[in-house]
T-cell receptor, first 114, second 116 residues
Framework: GQQLNQSPQSMFIQEGEDVSMNCTSS?????WLWYKQDPGEGPVLLIALYKAGELTSNGRLTAQFGITRKDSFLNISASIPSDVGIYFC??????????????FGQGTRLTINP | DARVTQTPRHKVTEMGQEVTMRCQPI?????VFWYRQTMMQGLELLAY????????DSGMPKDRFSAEMPDATLATLKIQPSEPRDSAVYFC??????????????FGEGSRLTVL
């Protein structure tokens, strides 16, 4: 089946540093999404991308839908302690009776040293 | 504050026992998804409902798992009999057909299942 390769698996950074993570796929996707999961919680949508080449920002977060439609990246600028968590990319290429079947990456665990 | 509600939050049971997890989607949402999260496999889609009708359960082991929506405010995921390999966090997510098409799902806090 479809798989997403997300990297890095984990990051240890200092507060204030910028963060970059990415996802690649061997398949073409028509939607890329980035979710964040806090400990003991479910994933929460951060950014959604629907067009190849699209660059979208949400506060300190910026994500891009790759031109080839097989990759996406997420950048976080000036990291703060509340950015700690697991970030998941998710993609979809298929419509199942009106709903997209999302495939999730393995996640990037972000740890921030104050 | 609208949110997806899942019960129980934690469940420890013995192999062979029946387990039922419940989900209350956000009022007005017409799509419900069940996901399973493990360290090895990450987030896997188990089943999906739209307007209470099951549309895709290809990710679910059919012999022991079953998913239903008795009404618009309740979705259930049942495992019978449970096995240690079923230990995982099970998430329910809901959305509207329009946003579900774009992938914008709202997740519950999950039910952590441990099968001994």
């Amino acid at each position: 089946g479809q798989q997403l390769n997300q990297s890095p698996q984990s990051m240890f950074i200092q507060e204030g540093e910028d963060v970059s993570m990415n996802c690649t796929s061997s398949s073409i996707f028509n939607t890329w999404l980035w979710y964040k999961q806090d400990p003991g919680e479910g994933p929460v949508l951060l950014i959604a991308l629907y067009k190849a080449g699209e660059l979208t920002s949400n506060g300190r977060l910026t994500a891009q839908f790759g031109i080839t439609r097989k990759d996406s990246f997420l950048n976080i600028s000036a990291s703060i302690p509340s950015d700690v968590g697991i970030y998941f990319c998710a993609g979809s290429s298929a419509l199942i009776q009106g709903a997209q079947k999302l495939v999730f990456g393995q996640g990037t665990r972000l740890t921030i040293n104050p | 504050d609208a949110r997806v509600t899942q019960t129980p939050r934690h469940k420890v049971t013995e192999m062979g026992q029946e387990v039922t997890m419940r989900c209350q989607p956000i009022l007005g949402h017409n799509t419900v998804f069940w996901y399973r999260q493990t360290m090895m496999q990450g987030l896997e889609l188990l089943a999906y409902f739209r307007n209470r009708a099951p549309l895709d359960d290809s990710g679910m082991p059919k012999d022991r798992f079953s998913a239903e929506m008795p009404d618009a405010t309740l979705a259930t995921l049942k495992i019978q009999p449970s096995e240690p390999r079923d230990s995982a966090v099970y998430f329910c997510a809901s959305g509207l057909t329009r946003t579900s098409v774009t992938g914008e799902l709202f997740f519950g806090e999950g039910s952590r299942l441990t099968v001994l």
